[in-house]
T-cell receptor
């Protein structure tokens, strides 16, 4: 079954600290993996898109890693800010599946001052 | 502003009522899709369209209809609303390998 599992479900950190969110998937065949940020009451916004051959991709303070062999990805947030408080969703797209996305349940991050 | 526009933002329906959730995009994207987001669960695909005149079912299509008469619009119809359809609905569009653009969502409550 094609699934995407994220951990932790929720996380509280202090402003300025770093954190790492995990994503494990069983989606096959794999096309690409995306991390989205979803603010409360808003639609998801893309942070990174990673293909099979990419190991690391950065977007400002966000760095995503991908290990296609173990089917794991992580999103590392550096020097967190209050505005980082949101849900972070890992999404995997199957190859030759008509752009179908499989969503993880998300990690809800709260950054406290 | 370019993007995906969803209306309404909030809606309360009585069981058995029907309604249409509107979705419009001005980016000339071929691919559009509808998702529902429930607490503790990932977004689930309801219906999608790969172009005007072409639609197909996703993971949870029962109770919903769609049509795609133009590239810009992709409305989602609830035929006879049920409490199980209480959810937040997101419309998204994309073109090729680019990232998806999501609308801001419609929060639907069925009582």
């Amino acid at each position: 079954k094609n699934q995407v599992e994220q951990s932790p479900q929720s996380l509280i950190i202090l402003e300025g600290k770093n954190c790492t969110l995990q994503c494990n998937y069983t989606v096959s065949p794999f096309s690409n993996l995306r991390w989205y940020k979803q603010d409360t009451g808003r639609g998801p916004v893309s942070l990174t898109i990673m293909t099979f051959s990419e190991n690391t991709k950065s977007n400002g303070r966000y760095t995503a890693t991908l290990d296609a062999d173990t089917k794991q990805s992580s999103l590392h947030i550096t020097a967190s800010q209050l505005s980082d408080s949101a849900s972070y969703i890992c999404v995997v797209i199957r190859h030759n599946a008509g752009n179908m996305l499989t969503f993880g349940g998300g990690t809800r991050l709260m950054v406290k001052p | 502003n370019a993007g995906v526009t969803q209306t309404p933002k909030f809606q309360v329906l009585k069981t058995g009522q029907s309604m249409t959730l509107q979705c419009a995009q001005d980016m000339n994207h071929e691919y559009m899709s509808w998702y529902r987001q429930d607490p503790g669960m990932g977004l689930r695909l309801i219906h999608y369209s790969v172009g005007a005149g072409i639609t197909d079912q996703g993971e949870v299509p029962n109770g919903y209809n769609v049509s795609r008469s133009t590239t810009e619009d992709f409305p989602l119809r609830l035929l006879s609303a049920a409490p199980s359809q209480t959810s937040v609905y997101f419309c998204a569009s994309t073109q090729g390998a680019r990232g998806y653009t999501f609308g801001s969502g419609t929060r639907l409550t069925v009582v």
